[in-house]
């Protein structure tokens, strides 16, 4: 007579088939609230209950099929709605899905979870270079990969992440358009009684993000103190601005306004003020500090726009908003700034990625380094 081993609750079972000489794995899953029975053989009664546990999980997630028949378009589905949508910001879930959508799914939607290997990953890499797309796009599609996978071997659906062995395709690092001190002062110079000169102004002193300098409202900015506190920023989300929180943690933070830049606001705040006026019952009061004609939220096309403007009369090289941010970076670094003050300035989420993305900086600050060692040093020894 077959022994029947009993797994867990009793909604499942491992028993051994004399006549086949195989071990049969069965379970009872109730997908549309009716029972449906599941099960297949096994050579070993360890491979059978090491597939009975994972059906079970899989099971209790909500998957309607049996581990090893579910794709991994099935699973990566399941992942953004029930993992993904709830833990992440609406910006990386829609970033999420339409790379899965566009790339993933494509490649490997259609193999089986269990059966996906770490060469099904490489070839999907090397297949959407050659499609066109950039080295780094195909790295966020494995990163992405590797992120729902991790989830995968965590629950017991996989017994390891193959996207994790994957090696991404060597990506040229981008060189950013940085101003210098005499071509940072010609731009703010030509950017005189520009709309968006305060902009401008904030963005080269305290480095914000486009997105942080639209969200920014004139309740969190303080010129008595010369403070503005980085609360909110706004987003452009299939077509509609969007108000969300700081892209990490450390975004959330508050930053020391030089004169200047204090004394531009000033100017802006009055302008602002006459646009009211000139508005009348027009105006939607949000307390934006870079308001459109009508107090709504700026818009960022016409800030690009403003910036390409500006450059282009004053001589200098085409460049994009966020290499003011680096502009803003690289003159406090190359003047010595603590590089974990430049840090909580910018709102990085740690002094490893500041001092990585600026690393060009570093020479600049060696030699400053030597030279204040000779200067210190070199009296005393002679």
Not at 372 to 380: C, F, Q, R, V, W
Request: aromatic residues 8%; positive net charge.
């Amino acid at each position: 007579m077959a022994k029947l081993v009993k797994r867990g609750n009793g909604d499942g079972s491992v028993t051994f088939v004399p006549k086949r000489n195989r071990f049969w794995a069965r379970l009872v899953i109730y997908p549309t609230g009716k029972p449906r029975r599941v099960g297949r053989y096994f050579l070993t009664k360890q491979e059978a209950k090491e597939w009975l546990d994972s059906a079970k999980v899989a099971s209790r997630q909500g998957f309607n099929v049996a581990p090893e028949r579910q794709s991994v378009q099935h699973y990566l589905e399941h992942w953004l709605e029930d993992v993904v949508k709830g833990s992440c910001r609406l910006t990386s879930y829609l970033s999420y899905s339409e790379k899965i959508r566009l790339y993933i799914v494509p490649a490997v939607g259609r193999l089986p979870l269990q059966q996906l290997t770490a060469q099904h990953v490489q070839t999907m890499m090397n297949g959407l270079v050659k499609e066109g797309l950039s080295p780094r796009t195909a790295q966020y599609c494995r990163d992405i990969l590797r992120n729902a996978l991790n989830h995968a071997v965590r629950t017991e659906l996989v017994r390891r992440n193959v996207a994790t062995l994957a090696t991404p395709p060597k990506q040229e690092r981008y060189e950013y358009r940085i101003l210098d001190p005499s071509q940072a002062r010609v731009f703010l110079d030509a950017a005189r009684n520009n709309r968006f000169e305060a902009l401008f102004s904030v963005a080269v002193s305290v480095g914000l993000r486009l997105s942080e300098a639209l969200g920014l409202r004139w309740q969190n900015v303080n010129l008595e103190s010369g403070t503005l506190t980085v609360a909110e920023q706004l987003q452009r989300i299939k077509g509609k601005q969007v108000v969300g929180q700081p892209k990490t943690r450390r975004g959330l933070r508050i930053v020391q306004l030089p004169p200047f830049a204090i004394q531009a606001l000033k100017d802006h705040r009055s302008r602002q003020l006459q646009d009211k006026l000139l508005a009348g019952p027009k105006w939607q009061e949000a307390g934006f500090v870079f308001a459109n004609v009508y107090g709504g939220p700026a818009d960022d096309s016409k800030i690009r726009k403003s910036l390409n403007a500006i450059l282009e009369r004053a001589g200098l090289p085409k460049m994009r908003f966020h290499d003011l941010r680096h502009t803003c970076a690289s003159l406090l670094l190359a003047q010595n700034v603590n590089p974990r003050v430049v840090m909580e300035i910018l709102g990085h989420s740690s002094i490893s990625l500041t001092m990585n993305t600026y690393s060009h900086v570093l020479p600049i600050l060696q030699q400053d380094a030597a030279n204040l060692m000779e200067s210190t040093l070199a009296a005393t020894s002679a």
